[in-house]
Each structure stands twice: as structure tokens, then as C-alpha cells.
T-cell receptor, first 115, second 118 residues
């Protein structure tokens, strides 16, 4: 196990609702990245947080937003849910700034279904 | 822009045999990192092996080795002595250069579904 945890495991929402997903990073890691993985595809980068600030963003609309807390845990918020938001959401933690490989270690994911 | 291509949607291998999963990449950056992850049906992405663009030797981690051919821009994963538990989706991913202020995002390929036959 990586030590990265995510909650909840599964979630069902209806179109137009808002959702918050949570991630606790591995001990000693200061960076959290979020990915969306649609069925049958590779993960797509949403954004990354480092020292509580957004450190890069993929091609996702502003209704996808996030936070990182002083303990390096993170939240992903999605507003005005659309059917296409149904996916597995993966959180990954890594250690930035130490000259290491910046390997990202993933949590078990949150499977979101939008009806 | 970075791009990862995995051309094998599915692969079959007999238990105890070796298998090679293909990955080609495209980038204009001289510095980059290549990763392989395993994703079982449970969904968690498991890190397997890393290769840096400036590493002189091919990476190895237990039964996993990375056949890195920089000139061909390929980074194939070799799994030796396949086991039934190796059946999973395998993703190749690339990270751009480590530089101050840049996101170290991963760009993933579309994956290869490996099935190990008894």
C-alpha cells in the first residue's frame, strides 16, 4: 500500500449537483495531483497542488477546483456535475523539491457516477 | 507537448514466460522521466518502475525491467516469469523536466491489458 487514502470510495450524484472528493497524501510528501480516468482510457491530469497553491492545471474547466491543506491533504471539488464527469478520480502524492524522481504514488480512487 | 503511445490494447502470455509491453513517447524536452504503472481491476494505480532520460543504464525492479531506447523514443516494459497476479492494465507515463514552478504532471498512454494464462 502507498499510504495515500481517498474518500469516499464510491459516489452517486445527479446532474447539476456539486461533489467534494478527499485525499490524504503519503507521509513526507508535499505535492498532490488529481487525475480523471474515464472508462477504458488512461488518466488525464486535472491539476496539481504544492505548498497549498495550484502548481499546474490540465485541460479542465473552472468548475473543477481544488484545495490543499497545511497537512498536505487535498480536496477536489466539481460544480454543476455533467454526465461526462462520471469517472474514476485518482489522487497521487509525491515529494517535490528534494531532487528525487518525483514518483507519484496513487490512492485507490473515488468512482463517481453522475445520473 | 508530450505524447505517449501504447499500440497493444491487449496481450496474452503463458504463466512463467516473459512478456514485453510496448511504449513509445514524443517530447521536445531533453530532460524527462518515464514510468510504468499497473492497474488491477480494483482501480488503484501501482508504481512499477522509473527511467530518467539521462540514466545510463536500463532500470530494473525485481521481475520488471525497462528496455529504454532513447534514439527510438521507446521505453518498453519487460516482465519476466509472468505470474497469474500480473494480469492487469499496464500504463506507460511520462513526466516533463523538473524545473522550478512547473507542474510535474504525468501524461499517460491508453494502456495495455495483460492476461496471464495458466
Amino acid at each position: 500500500e502507498t499510504g495515500v487514502t481517498q474518500s469516499p470510495t464510491h459516489l452517486i450524484k445527479t446532474r447539476g449537483q456539486q461533489v467534494t472528493l478527499r485525499c490524504s497524501s503519503q507521509s513526507g510528501h508535499n505535492t498532490v495531483s488529481w487525475y480523471q480516468q474515464a472508462l477504458g482510457q488512461g488518466p488525464q491530469f486535472i491539476f496539481q497542488y504544492y505548498r497549498e497553491e495550484e502548481n499546474g492545471r490540465g485541460n479542465f474547466p473552472p468548475r473543477f477546483s481544488g484545495l490543499q491543506f497545511p497537512n498536505y491533504s487535498s480536496e477536489l471539488n466539481v460544480n454543476a456535475l455533467e454526465l461526462d464527469d462520471s469517472a474514476l478520480y485518482l489522487c497521487a502524492s509525491s515529494a517535490t523539491g528534494s531532487g528525487r524522481t518525483d514518483t507519484q504514488y496513487f490512492g485507490p480512487g473515488t468512482r463517481l457516477t453522475v445520473l | 507537448a508530450q505524447k505517449i503511445t501504447q499500440t497493444q490494447p491487449g496481450m496474452f502470455v503463458q504463466e512463467k514466460e516473459a512478456v514485453t509491453l510496448d511504449c513509445t513517447y514524443d517530447t521536445s524536452d531533453p530532460s524527462y522521466g518515464l514510468f510504468w504503472y499497473k492497474q488491477p481491476s480494483s482501480g488503484e494505480m501501482i508504481f512499477l518502475i522509473y527511467q530518467g532520460s539521462y540514466d545510463q543504464q536500463n532500470a530494473t525492479e525485481g521481475r520488471y525491467s525497462l528496455n529504454f531506447q532513447k534514439a527510438r523514443k521507446s521505453a518498453n516494459l519487460v516482465i519476466s516469469a509472468s505470474q497469474l497476479g500480473d494480469s492487469a492494465m499496464y500504463f506507460c507515463a511520462m513526466r516533463g523536466p523538473i524545473s522550478s514552478g512547473s507542474a510535474r504532471q504525468l501524461t499517460f498512454g491508453s494502456g495495455t491489458q495483460l492476461t496471464v494464462l495458466p
